[in-house]
């Protein structure tokens, strides 16, 4: 059982570059959301997909876009990379939003130089 | 704007004794507490949860309290082992949105031999 699984593990940009990044969850859930992580700082909401078809804003969506190809995948999109998109970015998933636990992948790592 | 923030940002145990990490909230609005765990390069994972109408719940070797009164949440874990090496970081559903969780900076754990 892979949970939620994000692809690439890894990535170097330069600055302007774009890149999409993966992420499909195989439990069935309902919800799925971008999130990256910085040092010091907690997680933070970039996107959102309550339910196939949807995709909302969350804290910091500047920058990104995203599409929910359907109810396993859902993609985080660069279209303009910039060295503040510098970060750690995660997948998670949930079968009802909001309160219940989410589910995480094990992130990418992204750097943009 | 509301916010879940932690008491200690580190936190060094000697093995076999009790860690208690405590987490503070603002929002009295917030229905919905979670704790996950993060070890170094995965992603957070799902210990224990607790609802609003609940002030205690016990899991494997992990209690999660929660004292409203205070807007105050705490993990405690028992035995504490080196395996339990991580940050712990503490999230809240404000209940403002169906969707969005709120993390706190997280705790780092060390459980010394």
């Known amino acids: 059982n892979a949970g939620v699984t994000q692809t690439p593990k890894f990535q170097v940009l330069k600055t302007g570059q774009s890149m999409t990044l993966q992420c499909a969850q195989d439990m069935n859930h309902n919800s799925m959301y971008w999130y990256r992580q910085d040092p010091g700082m907690g997680l933070r909401l970039i996107y959102y997909s309550a339910s196939e078809g949807t995709t909302d804003k969350g804290e910091v969506p500047n920058g990104y876009n995203v599409s929910r190809l359907n109810k396993r995948e859902f993609s985080l999109r660069l279209e303009s990379a910039a060295p503040s998109q510098t970060s750690v970015y995660f997948c998670?998933?949930?079968?009802?939003?909001?309160?219940?636990?989410?589910?995480f992948g094990n992130g990418t790592r992204l750097t943009v130089t | 704007g509301e916010s879940v923030g932690l008491h200690l940002p580190t936190l060094s145990v000697q093995e076999g004794d009790n860690s208690i990490i405590n987490c503070a909230y603002s929002n009295s609005a917030s229905d919905y507490f979670i704790w996950y765990k993060q070890e170094s390069g995965k992603g957070p994972q799902f210990i224990i949860d607790?609802?609003?109408?609940?002030d205690k719940r016990q899991g494997q070797r992990v209690t999660v309290l929660l004292n409203k009164t205070v807007k105050h949440l705490s993990l405690q874990i028992a035995a504490t082992q080196p395996g339990d090496s991580a940050v712990y970081f503490c999230a809240e559903n404000s209940g403002g949105s169906n969707y969005k969780l709120t993390f706190g900076k997280g705790t780092l754990l060390t459980v010394n031999p």
């Open positions: 998670a998933s949930t079968s009802t939003g909001g309160r219940s636990p989410l589910h």
């Open positions: 607790i609802r609003s109408n609940m």
